[in-house]
C-alpha cells in the first residue's frame, strides 16, 4: 500500500518536472547528483522540523517516538499518513532536480535515518557537528 500511495503522490514531482521545469539539470553532472543529495537532505529536514510542530502532522510521527529505546525498530515505526505530510515539501525540486535523481537521493537518506537509528553506532565523528 506505501508503495503504491508513494507512486501516485510522486507522479505530481514528474508532472511537474515535466511540464514546468525552469532549468534542467544534465542527468550525468556532478552538480546535479550534489544539488539532489542537499535538496533531499534540505526538505527531509523541514517535513521532519514540521512533523514536530504542526500538530496534525505530529499526530501521524509521534509513532515513531514513542519507543523508549533508539533503534531499527524505531526507525521503522511510521505512520500511514505521514506520506501525505511530506511529499509536499520535495515539491519545488521538481522545477530543477530530475525525478531520478530524486527518487535515488530519497532512498539514500531513507537508508541514512535507519543508520541514524540504531545503538550500534555510538559517534559518527565531526558529522555530528554539521
Known amino acids: 500500500m506505501e508503495a503504491l500511495l508513494s507512486g501516485l503522490l510522486f507522479s505530481s514531482y514528474i508532472y511537474i518536472h515535466a511540464a ?33 510542530e504542526i500538530n496534525l502532522l505530529w499526530a501521524a510521527h509521534q509513532v515513531h517516538h514513542s519507543s523508549e529505546d533508539y533503534n531499527l525498530t524505531t526507525a521503522l515505526r511510521q505512520s500511514a499518513f505521514q506520506t501525505f505530510g511530506s511529499w509536499p515539501f520535495y515539491l519545488p525540486m521538481a522545477f530543477f532536480i530530475p525525478p531520478t535523481h530524486a527518487i535515488v537521493h530519497k532512498q539514500l537518506n531513507l537508508l541514512y535515518q535507519f543508520w541514524i537509528h540504531t545503538e550500534v553506532v555510538k559517534s559518527i565523528g565531526p558529522l555530528e557537528y554539521v
Open 20 to 52: 514546468f521545469c525552469i532549468s534542467a539539470l544534465p542527468w550525468d553532472y556532478t552538480a546535479t547528483w550534489v544539488c539532489a543529495a542537499l535538496g533531499i537532505d534540505f526538505c527531509y529536514y523541514w517535513v521532519h522540523r514540521a512533523a514536530h
